[in-house]
């Protein structure tokens, strides 16, 4: 239960620090509010298709560590084009953070594939989003915060793609 309530709060947490601060960080890089929205959204947009095809694939499939770990290093390439150039990457940065951000169905998908029974599945959903999401709460503080203190997004970025590892 543990992992699993890391994963989905790492994963939350994510997610609530893009959808938080990337409108403000391509600001930052000169977007306008509107085309800075727009970026968001294809973040969005990128990663709801996705999350109606990937947890079927991961059900199908006997271990899904290769099909999780492919996912999530979208988060850290994301960042990675984002450190470099925040301006002239936006459009690719956006579909590599919106393909890492699909991990949310996944890990819905994998607490049905970690339980046997459906009392089961009710007792590990509940403690794995209640403590996942109690973490995932710190994420646009903890962003915010670092982004304060340094000054520019660089730091965040950093931030972000460190909580990658433990997930």
Known sequence: GWPMAVFSGLRSLQAYAIFGWFPTLWRDAGYSATAAGALVGLVAATS????????????????????????????????????????????????????????????????GLRSRTPAGTAALSGFTQSVGYLLAAAGPFAVGAVHAATGGWGWPLLLLTGLVLPQ
Request: aromatic fraction near 4%.
């Open 48 to 111: 709801i298709p996705l999350s109606l095809w990937l947890p079927a694939l991961a059900a199908r499939l006997p271990d899904q560590r290769a099909l999780l770990a492919s996912v999530m290093a979208c988060y850290p390439a994301g960042s990675l084009l984002l450190l470099v150039a925040p301006h002239a990457l936006a459009v690719p940065a956006a579909l590599l953070v919106g393909t890492g951000a699909s991990t949310f169905p996944l890990v819905l998908t994998l607490i």
